[in-house]
């Protein structure tokens, strides 16, 4: 079957405004280390993770969410602090995008979160 050069590139238009909005998706490759616990600060490396394109960056069990502090923040890595309020636990990391179509989207990296090592008595 042939496809005229015509019909091609109509579907070429067509297409292009979805594949453009595709490739503006924030998307996490690795994370490091992969467990820490409150305090520690986390690096992430992907695509479109500078403040043009992520609002936030959340540790999700699928039913909390935790809203975690950026500290650094390029179009290629990330940083985020775990903070005291976070449960112990194994979490995704998931981004609130930026945008008038801003949403969340659970990103394909998880961490764990330790509980906090018990004080010895004195």
Do not use: W
């Amino acid at each position: 079957m042939r496809i005229s050069l015509i019909a091609l590139a109509a579907l070429l238009v067509l297409c292009a405004p979805h594949m453009r909005a595709q490739s503006d998706t924030p998307l996490m490759t690795s994370v490091d280390p992969q467990v820490g616990s409150v305090g520690d600060v986390f690096a992430v490396e992907g695509d479109n993770l500078d403040d043009v394109h992520v609002a936030a960056i959340y540790l999700s069990d699928g039913k909390n969410d935790t809203k975690l502090p950026i500290t650094q923040q390029t179009a290629t890595s990330l940083k985020f602090k775990i903070p005291p309020e976070a449960k112990a636990g194994r979490f995704a990391l998931m981004v609130l995008t930026k945008g008038k179509n801003a949403r969340y989207v659970e990103e394909p990296v998880k961490i764990t979160v330790e509980a906090p090592a018990a004080k010895p008595n004195s």
